[in-house]
């Protein structure tokens, strides 16, 4: 795994081995940054359940103003830690070794994050949990996106209950990205 783009553009990342972490692949990381980078200069970003931390790295390495990386696996976040000394971004990454639903309460009261993106465990219901979280929180900045990594099959019926909206749906070979946007009031 590589970053690939910005100013840490392909310098390898390490990755832990022997735990249930998916690291999003190459063209993947790509395409999701395509539809990100017109948004993503000086941007707060979240990187929930953060694995290696792929993700919220490369959105430092293009211009992000800061991110948090929320991670419970002690070896993860080691390894989170190892990659943002690596890429010389460790002055705006600031890393939470906690469940996300427990980060997610700390956080709440500060400054609100323009992305919020999370990759659980695939069809482990921590995305609806950790959406409903969201959902009565206020760590989504007007205007801001979740985005959420999930196995192609998982339905998202539910989100317009919880006060988001669909804008977009990215679908690939397994997995897909749902993009969404908290929902405007219609009066």
């Known amino acids: 795994m590589r970053v690939i783009a910005g100013t840490a553009k392909r310098l390898i990342l390490k990755t832990v081995e ?4 998916r690291p999003t692949t190459d063209r993947i990381k790509e395409t999701l940054f395509n539809i990100l980078a017109p948004e993503l200069y000086d941007c707060r970003f979240l990187d929930l359940f953060a694995g290696s931390g792929g993700i919220g790295i ?4 293009r211009g992000a103003g800061m991110a948090v990386f929320v991670e419970k ?4 976040m080691a390894c989170i830690r190892e990659n943002l000394m690596h890429t010389k971004l460790h002055d705006r990454g600031v890393t939470m070794q906690m469940d996300v639903l427990s980060a997610l309460r700390r956080l709440e009261g500060e400054e609100a994050f323009d992305f919020i993106f999370m990759d659980p465990p695939y069809k482990s219901e921590m995305e609806r949990q950790t959406l ?3 959902g009565e929180l206020h760590l989504l900045a007007e205007g801001g996106l979740i985005i959420t990594e999930a196995a192609k099959e998982t339905s998202f019926d539910y989100v317009e209950g919880l006060g988001f909206s669909v804008i977009r749906e990215k679908i690939y070979k397994t997995n897909k990205h749902i993009f969404l946007e908290r929902r405007k009031n219609i009066w």
Do not use: F, H, V, Y
Request: net charge negative; no cysteine; glycine share 6%.
């Open 73 to 76: 696996n002690p070896k993860a």
């Open 132 to 134: 409903e979280a969201l």
């Open 18 to 21: 022997g735990i249930d972490t």
């Open 58 to 61: 490369e959105a430092l390495s």
